[in-house]
């Protein structure tokens, strides 16, 4: 029988038995990052030269991955496709996170008004799952990156906000920043200087893991052709062109971005979590 | 009650000795207790002196992977011994516990009726009917109504919550209770009648008490018999009274002279200096000498036998007083 | 007791985030460069009769509120106007099409729900290689979109094993929910991951608690004190994720419907989107919403009875 008030069995054990998943989880990120930095340079062909008497042919010297139903290199989409890919959340997540600090600095700071504004926006706001908000905007603008990335970027702002107003509420009440008040330091330089740096580990964290939301939003927004433009190469994009390479038994094309999809998001959530598991633990 | 055989005893620790992973020497070290029916004996010590450890050992409750050697006789019946089936009967029924934070031990989510039911009921000892009557009897017994039967924990307060910890205890009809500083999280007043509660309980239901406290004075005012208890050893016994008027042992002496007292003049409250053995270092001789004013290159070698006093100098006079 | 109080106060509240939300809907359609009219006819031949009834349907001429509140009467109504695309009332349309969602929904719930909290609850009490197992496991689960998942299972399921179909509803009930076990699996995948780890970390915050131990002490039988004083006080931090595994379920669904070609509401809503059908667009995201705000509102209320700590009128948003 256990005793009283003992941890459970086998938690350290699963404390560094993950430590090797993180570490692995990093390195897919960098060679994502990268394969999408030097993709025009790696990529063995154009991605959207179009050979349809080769149409589903399987891995060859020529074309290592195969090609899709349209005869298109797949290694070539795939690399390129990392890049639209990455580029959208990337978006996605800068503008969350640079809106939602600023916000959330401004209402957890001088609360009053501002902050109970601010409050019932962004229940507003949460009551839009991120993905319908795009599919409205986008049923207005027509297809394209932007207004997705936009749309995406307004659901998860609240995210960010709501952490950065607690967070800064907190740091608030601490004593430094009343000696800096003293000292007459202004609100301003007190927030830039000393309450951002505080708290910006937090809020990174936060978005590392809102980077694999927005991956797989705008990835399924693609699917449905709803995201980038059609000949773009894009992962969401390839898995929808995919299906039908699938319906006559020619997985290859449809796997592989499905693969990526989910190991990049995969890792994202791992290293954010790690993060802020982190994060977590050093502040008290 | 149920034990026509008055003469074994409710408790019978001995030789107990316990052994952490990771400790270089065991955490329980030899230790000797017994309760007899309707007896109330304390168990005093520091925090990390093992008390605790020595109760919880009991009723099988011990850390994960501590070996141990000796036998805790519970109603004549060694609990280190008993398979899981038995271990949960002894639980539901001959010993039982009261806790030191009640907030904590009882189930915010769950009916005080459920708390103080689901030990005999699910084991299948008593039905519904005749668990909730004599669930309403013992709230009567702890000075409470049986209309807190359909309450939740976080509309009593602490004091009234340990009276329930204590009705709970009593379900079973246990030979012995095991209080594990039973008045630490609770106010002063609450403190006060926990105490009284718990004396005439151990009268009217015959049940042996052991009273685990850190606080010399109370476990007098309560027990008939004290044991200190320093570093996993058992240092010093004898009735209450005997031990607090005169005591033999060193340690016994400092800790008293650190508890402050009414009767004292002010002024006289001594802290014991020194930290207890850390359990990662192996002990030669005895574990109060790094301590102990009275040390001699003897106490530093060799350890003192146990019984009845475990020092090889003990105080003759009476320091607590001169 | 003050629950009607409550509820009432959470319903008004509700209603005005509705409102907010009808509001957004509506004036969405004014972000659109160009007039509302040539938005609404976009690619379509602009005769002037067209134009002519385009302008009468939504009152062009009158003043942006006027408009709106005469559309959100209509809508309490019942009556979301006509579908440009489809030419029929959008009400009907929906009508014809939300039983299917429905089905996969509830269907895709009843998965997740009983996965999800098995695997959390074996995960949480086994430990060890078991558990690391599920960790693993519901991490990858996490990180599959749905419509990933929906390509994936229809290629190995349907299109190279042949155990299920490979798209559509079939005809009749029973067909209905053979054809959908795949999508409802797809659908259900993310969240089976989510909410097992919900449950998982809930419940090993209940094992480390005093009361567990407590309860062992009393002799209470282990599978008893995971049941009673584990699981149970995991309920209330599980409950609070209804609303969040809802709104998913509906998003989600409109990537699963594409993906298995489902005539129901999301399939219904990516083609309006594409078609710029903007009535059914908007009737659509306000269903979406107005449920996800229902099942909120329920978990909310549901709150204080799972967990008596919760007193009525906390917020749980601002915790």
Not at chain 2, 60 to 67: D, F, H, I, M
Not at chain 2, 240 to 261: I, M, Q, S, V
Not at chain 3, 174 to 195: R, S
Not at chain 3, 237 to 263: D, H, N
């Amino acid at each position: 029988m256990s005793a009283v008030l003992t941890r459970r069995p086998g938690l350290g054990r699963l404390r560094s038995a993950r430590a090797p998943l993180h570490l692995a989880c990093l390195g897919f990120v960098a060679l994502v990052v990268l394969a999408a930095l030097l993709a025009p340079w790696a990529a063995p062909d154009d991605p959207n030269a179009v050979d349809l008497g080769n149409a589903l042919a399987g891995p060859s010297p020529d074309h290592l991955l195969g090609v899709d139903a349209a005869g298109r290199d797949t290694l070539s989409r795939l690399l390129l496709g990392a890049r639209t890919s990455l580029l959208g959340p990337l978006g996605v997540v800068a503008f969350s996170t640079v809106a939602g600090v600023l916000v959330g600095l401004v209402a957890g700071w001088r609360g009053g008004w501002l902050d109970s504004v601010l409050s019932r926006s962004t229940e507003l706001v949460f009551a839009f799952p991120g993905m319908l908000l795009a599919i409205l905007i986008v049923s207005v603008y027509g297809e394209g990156l932007l207004a997705p990335v936009l749309a995406l970027a307004i659901a998860y702002l609240p995210y960010v906000s709501r952490l950065t107003r607690s967070l800064v509420l907190a740091e608030r009440e601490r004593p430094y920043v009343s000696a800096y008040r003293v000292q007459g330091h202004s609100a301003a330089q007190i927030c830039l200087r000393h309450v951002l740096p505080n708290i910006a580990p937090v809020v990174l964290a936060q978005s590392t893991i809102n980077f694999g939301y927005a991956l797989m939003d705008l990835a399924g927004l693609s699917f449905l052709g709803l995201g980038v433009p059609a000949l773009t190469p894009d992962w969401g994009r390839m898995v929808f062109d995919g299906q039908t390479a699938i319906q006559h038994g020619y997985p290859l094309s449809a796997v592989l971005p499905c693969v990526l999809i989910v190991l990049t998001v995969v890792a994202f959530n791992v290293v954010g979590e790690r993060w802020a598991d982190r994060v977590a633990r050093r502040t008290p | 009650m149920n034990h026509p055989e008055e003469r074994v005893n409710a408790l019978d620790i001995r030789g107990l000795r316990l052994h952490l992973p990771g400790a270089a020497r065991p955490v329980l070290d030899g230790v000797d207790l017994t309760v007899a029916p309707g007896e109330t004996v304390a168990l005093v010590g520091e925090s990390g002196s093992g008390k605790s450890l020595t109760s919880r050992s009991a009723l099988g409750l011990l850390p994960p992977g501590a070996t141990t050697g000796g036998s805790v006789l519970v109603d004549g019946e060694d609990v280190l011994t008993m398979g899981p089936d038995r271990l949960r009967a002894l639980r539901t029924g001959r010993a039982a516990m009261v806790f030191q934070d009640p907030r904590a031990a009882v189930n915010p989510l769950r009916r005080i009726g459920d708390f103080l039911t689901e030990g005999v009921r699910r084991t299948g000892v008593l039905g519904k009917a005749d668990a909730d009557r004599r669930a309403a009897e013992l709230l009567d017994a702890v000075g409470l109504g049986p209309e807190l039967l359909r309450r939740y924990p976080g509309q009593l307060s602490g004091g009234m919550l340990q009276r329930v910890m204590i009705a709970g205890a009593l379900m079973g009809d246990p030979v012995l209770l095991l209080a594990d500083e039973p008045t630490t999280a609770l106010d002063v007043t609450s403190q006060a009648e926990v105490i009284a509660l718990l004396g005439q309980l151990r009268e009217r239901f015959g049940t042996g008490l052991l009273f685990v406290t850190h606080d010399l004075g109370l476990a007098a005012a309560i027990s008939d018999r004290v044991h200190v208890m320093y570093a996993g050893r058992i240092v010093e016994s004898g009735p209450a009274e005997a031990l607090f008027e005169r005591p033999r042992h060193p340690y016994t002496a400092a800790l008293l002279a650190a508890t402050p007292r009414l009767d004292a003049r002010p002024g006289r409250l001594a802290a014991i200096d020194g930290q207890p053995p850390d359990l990662r270092q192996d002990l030669t001789g005895c574990a109060f000498a790094a301590r102990c004013p009275y040390a001699t290159g003897l106490c530093h070698e060799e350890a003192p036998g146990p019984w009845p006093v475990a020092c090889h100098h003990p105080l003759e006079g009476n320091p607590a007083d001169d | 007791m003050n629950f009607l109080r409550f509820a009432a106060r959470r319903l008004a509240e509700m209603a005005a985030t509705l409102l907010g939300a009808s509001f957004v809907v509506f004036g969405a359609m004014y972000l659109a460069p160009g007039s509302p009219a040539s938005f609404l006819l976009s690619g379509r031949s602009a005769s002037p009769a067209a134009l002519q009834a385009i302008n009468e349907q939504y009152h062009l001429d009158d003043p942006f509120l006027v408009r709106y509140l005469r559309w959100l009467g209509q809508v309490l109504h019942g009556d979301f106007g006509r579908s440009i695309t489809y030419r029929t009332d959008v009400s009907t349309l929906l009508a014809d099409r939300l039983p299917a969602t429905l089905t996969l929904v509830a269907m895709a719930l009843l998965v997740v729900v009983m996965i999800g909290l098995a695997l959390g609850w074996i995960g949480a009490v086994r430990g060890g290689a078991t558990d690391s197992t599920i960790l693993l496991t519901t991490t990858l689960a996490v990180g599959t979109p749905s419509f990933v998942a929906a390509v994936l299972l229809q290629g190995l399921f349907a299109v190279k094993l042949g155990w299920f179909p490979t798209s559509g509803t079939g005809d009749g009930f029973a067909d209905l929910l053979w054809h959908l076990t795949l999508p409802a699996v797809a659908l259900a995948l993310y969240l089976i991951g989510m909410l097992a780890r919900v449950t998982r970390s809930a419940m090993l915050e209940a094992l480390d608690g005093e009361h567990v131990a407590v309860a062992r002490s009393r002799g209470v039988p282990e599978r008893e004190v995971i049941r009673r004083h584990v699981f149970r006080n995991s309920l209330g931090t599980v409950l609070t994720t209804g609303g969040l595994i809802v709104s998913t379920l509906l998003v989600c669904t409109i990537l699963v419907e594409s993906a298995f070609s489902i005539g129901g509401i999301g399939q219904l809503l990516e083609l309006s989107t594409s078609t710029k059908d903007f009535p059914t667009v908007q009737a659509i995201s306000l269903l979406i919403v107005a449920l996800f705000m229902t099942v909120n509102l329920v978990v909310d209320l549901l709150h204080p009875l799972v967990d008596p700590r919760v007193t009525l009128g906390a917020r749980r948003s601002e915790a």
